[in-house]
């Protein structure tokens, strides 16, 4: 796609995705923004469901390891990086 000055009669993303009018140009840039907005929430959703599955499983391994000691075990020593402990996952 070459850059171009011209907003009306132009394709947007595809050559199905055809502006004939200025304000369907407006639209479609508006409509982008939004869905870039909504894509980087679903990441942030996600990102932040990871940590609540880790915390959990954490958390879990903690109470089910048995040694009295809340540092969790890891291929029988203690493993521990900067304060924060290594959970096994399955």
Same mark, same amino acid.
């Given at each position: &796609? ?12 595809? #050559? ?8 369907? %140009?407006?639209? #479609? ?5 939004? !869905? ?5 929430? !679903? @990441? @942030? !959703?996600? @990102? ?9 499983? &954490? ?6 390891? *048995?040694? *009295? ?7 029988? #020593? ?7 402990? !290594?959970?096994? %996952?399955?």
């Amino acid at each position: &796609m070459l850059w171009n000055w011209y907003t009306v009669d132009t394709c947007f993303l595809s #050559s199905t995705w055809h502006n004939n009018t200025k304000a369907k %140009f407006a639209g #479609s840039v508006i409509g982008v923004f939004f !869905l870039v907005i909504a894509i980087e929430g !679903l @990441r @942030r !959703l996600a @990102r932040d469901y990871d940590r609540h599955i880790t915390k959990q499983a &954490m958390v879990h391994h903690t109470a089910t390891n *048995g040694n *009295g000691d809340s540092t969790p075990i890891v291929g029988g #020593s203690k493993d521990v990086v900067e304060g924060q402990c !290594l959970v096994p %996952f399955k």
